[in-house]
């Protein structure tokens, strides 16, 4: 069976408000990793 891992990554409210959310999901996929799940919470 494989190894997976999982990998949790918050921004911040400051990242949220200066329309950085996608700009820091693309980076995370460059690098290999691959979105499962999102949630927003206020």
Wanted: proline share 2%.
């Amino acid at each position: 069976m494989a190894n997976l891992e999982r990998t949790f990554i918050a921004i911040k409210p400051d990242g949220v408000q200066r329309g950085l959310v996608g700009e820091i999901i693309k980076r995370f996929e460059q690098k290999g990793f691959r979105l499962v799940a999102m949630k927003f919470l206020r």
